[in-house]
């Protein structure tokens, strides 16, 4: 069965109607309509008509941006229409996975997903080696004081109990057993 998603932006004052009817001369007997963003993950219909998709079925979309703004999205929306058995064909650029023809240009646009991933986070690593050389340390700031630490440090010395150091300084036990590792101190 030909199922199609047609999809307009809520901020615009878009008509679904022209979608409608090319989805409906294509021939598909059920139609998914959705207001909302195409950059949003988090479409009600988008996902019911994923859910309710079964083997044989074909999703069609007038455009490919109809289903998503997103390659990553895009990617694993087909991935969870081809693990239902399912086909996807857009109608404006004339993609067909039920055909090889389709299914080589969906691999070309993977490769070219994965592609841009690699260089994302190649671009992601050179930033934070550029920030570790200008002193910056990543990750969360310490919740204690160089201080506080010296202080705990002198109360697990003096044999006093974990929690009862942890709920002095509102951290988690957990933290206070870890500083005692570091300085090789039992924890009780």
């Not at 650029?93 to 080589?104: K, L, N, V």
Request: glycine letters at 10%; charged letters at 35%.
């Amino acid at each position: 069965m030909l199922v199609g998603y047609a999809r307009v932006s809520k901020a615009d004052a878009q008509d679904l109607e022209p979608q409608l009817r090319t989805l409906k001369d294509a021939g598909c007997k059920r139609i998914h309509e959705e207001r909302a963003s195409g950059g949003r993950w988090d479409r009600p219909e988008l996902h019911r008509l994923l859910d309710e998709l079964d083997e044989g079925d074909v999703v069609v979309v007038w455009k490919l941006d109809r289903l998503t703004r997103s390659l990553k999205d895009m990617l694993l929306i087909l991935e969870k229409i081809e693990a239902a058995g399912a086909g996807f064909r857009s109608l404006t650029e004339a993609i067909d996975t039920t055909t090889p023809a389709g299914r080589m240009m969906m691999q070309m646009l993977g490769s070219f997903a994965e592609f841009e991933r690699a260089i994302v986070r190649e671009r992601t690593m050179a930033g934070l080696q550029a920030a570790r050389e200008r002193g910056r340390k990543g990750g969360r700031r310490p919740k204690l004081t160089p201080d506080q630490r010296s202080e705990i440090i002198g109360m697990l010395n003096e044999g006093r109990p974990a929690a009862e150091i942890a709920r002095l300084f509102r951290v988690h036990r957990a933290t206070v057993g870890r500083i005692g590792a570091e300085v090789k101190i039992a924890v009780r």
